[in-house]
């Protein structure tokens, strides 16, 4: 994509009048709005969970560093946040990520 943009600059640029033609300024708009919307749709993130070595679990893609708790501070959060039935918490994301990694999870209250 960025050098369909690069192309319609140059092609502009090096174009004998020295003002862009009308359909080569919608070819460059249209070219940065399709390129604005992929980065758009790219910054968007999904945040994936990960075992730390210490036995907590960490939630990346949410910021420049990973969210790292202890499976029972991330069920604590759970519940406050959503309202959740602690005895619905393992139907949750993380607590179903918690159930699968259960023997690699460290237990601290």
Known sequence: MAATV???ASAVAGSSSS???YDQLKAMVEALEK???ELQIAKQRKISLKVSEKGAISAYGMGRF???LYHSQWQAIVEYVA????SAYDETP???FAAANRSA???KE
Request: hydrophobic share 35%; no cysteine; net charge positive.
């Open 105 to 107: 999870l460290a237990v």
């Open 94 to 96: 993380i607590g179903k």
């Open 19 to 21: 003002k862009p033609s």
């Open 83 to 86: 309202g959740v039935d602690p």
């Open 66 to 68: 990973p969210v790292t």
């Open 6 to 8: 690069a192309t319609v």
């Open 35 to 37: 390129r604005n919307q």
